[in-house]
């Protein structure tokens, strides 16, 4: 490849998901292929000990218990992994957006059935982890029959362990 060749080909960039992690790619620009979750492709074992696969499956783990958290109702599994001061957001069946503390969304969780007493079938995925140093976004979407939910979360690595901060949600039925 001449040195033209190389720097074009060095100068495109995207960032491309590797397992539920995203990395920056030489030579693939937007829209060029993306792996997500759904279409899992093994880390290179050159990342097996970087801070990015480290963090990787930190959030790998806080989003499964965020899962069984759902799945259970289990509101003390969902407070381990919430900031104290996060809330959650989403636009409500009126058409406003409404922002509930976390304390209130967890009280209300409390009250709810959870899908496992009642047998119902569970369906996690992570879509999306995207790491930028102490700063994380994780899309994920699961079922709480007879609603389907996407919910993306804002994470922080706070005194070195990763919290929710924000959790906007949309759900259908």
Not at 89 to 116: E, M, Y
Not at 146 to 151: A, S
Request: hydrophobic share 40%; glycine share 6%; proline share 6%.
């Amino acid at each position: 490849m001449s040195k033209i060749d190389r720097r074009a080909f060095l100068s495109r960039s995207a960032s491309v998901a590797l397992g539920a992690t995203l990395v920056s790619v030489p030579g693939l620009m937007p829209g060029d292929r993306t792996f997500s979750h759904a279409q899992f492709l093994p880390i290179p074992n050159l990342m097996d000990n970087s801070p990015m696969d480290t963090d990787a499956r930190a959030l790998r783990s806080l989003a499964q218990i965020y899962f069984d958290g759902a799945y259970e109702m289990d509101a003390d599994k969902f407070a381990s992994i919430f900031h104290p001061s996060s809330s959650v957001t989403k636009v409500g069946d009126d058409g406003n957006v409404s922002v509930t503390p976390i304390a209130t969304w967890l009280a209300a969780v409390r009250n709810l059935k959870a899908p496992k007493q009642q047998g119902l079938e569970r369906q996690d995925q992570i879509l999306s982890i995207d790491v930028e140093g102490e700063l994380a976004l994780l899309k994920l979407k699961l079922q709480i029959p007879p609603r389907y939910f996407t919910d993306m979360l804002s994470c922080l690595k706070v005194n070195g362990t990763w919290k929710i901060a924000q959790k906007v949600m949309t759900s259908k039925t």
